[in-house]
């Protein structure tokens, strides 16, 4: 029995290792041919509908040797901060700890948590501070950040960290209920952050 057993493990392995992982798809989106074919049965003098796909760019390929730069797309709800930016490297405060994003770098999805990203290019340094969102690094040297709320480091008001930072520890001390302390821990772990990043 255990012979057996033993005889089927290579075969699983071997088909695993012949699939194509996700950052394998080509680069150009297929149109789904059964769909296609359905709805050109039903409706054969209208055109079918978009889906959300047919108003994304393709995604560029994954090149076969690693480029010199990272492609970033760094974007807030209401701005882009960075678009299609080719820098040397980033650094992201992610909530497992801080991530360097080289070129080449291995497909990820991390969450931020309040800290600073640094973007690196050439003996340039831009450094934001963020409050929270996700990284995305793709197989193509290309890195989505998403952020709820960022701003450059150098535009913080030291003081006003500091003077938030009382507020919120005070608030938690006299918090009764625990929307009012979870909002109040919320406030000094994002003041803190900025703290440690004014001051680090």
Do not use: C
């Amino acid at each position: 029995m255990l012979r057996r057993a033993l005889g089927l493990l290579p075969r699983p392995i071997a088909a695993a290792r012949a699939r194509s992982f996700s950052t394998d798809l080509p680069a150009a989106h297929t149109a789904d041919a059964t769909f296609m074919e359905a709805w050109n049965k039903v409706m054969p003098n209208t055109d079918p509908p978009k889906t959300p796909l047919s108003f994304m760019h393709p995604r560029p390929p994954t090149p076969s040797s690693i480029p010199p730069k990272l492609t970033v797309n760094f974007v807030l709800p209401y701005a882009s901060e960075l678009s299609t930016k080719e820098v040397d490297m980033v650094i992201v405060p992610a909530t497992t700890g801080q991530m360097g994003v080289l070129p080449g770098h291995v497909a990820t999805i991390a969450e931020l948590k309040p800290g600073v990203l640094s973007v690196h290019e050439g003996s340039e340094t831009t450094k934001y501070f963020v409050s929270s969102g996700f990284v995305f690094i793709h197989a193509n040297s290309f890195a989505d950040i998403i952020a709820v709320e960022a701003v450059p480091l150098d535009q913080i008001d030291a003081n006003l960290v500091q003077k938030g930072l009382a507020d919120f520890t005070q608030k938690l001390s006299s918090a009764t209920t625990e929307l009012e302390k979870a909002e109040a821990q919320i406030g000094i772990d994002v003041h803190s952050a900025l703290n440690s990043a004014l001051t680090g």
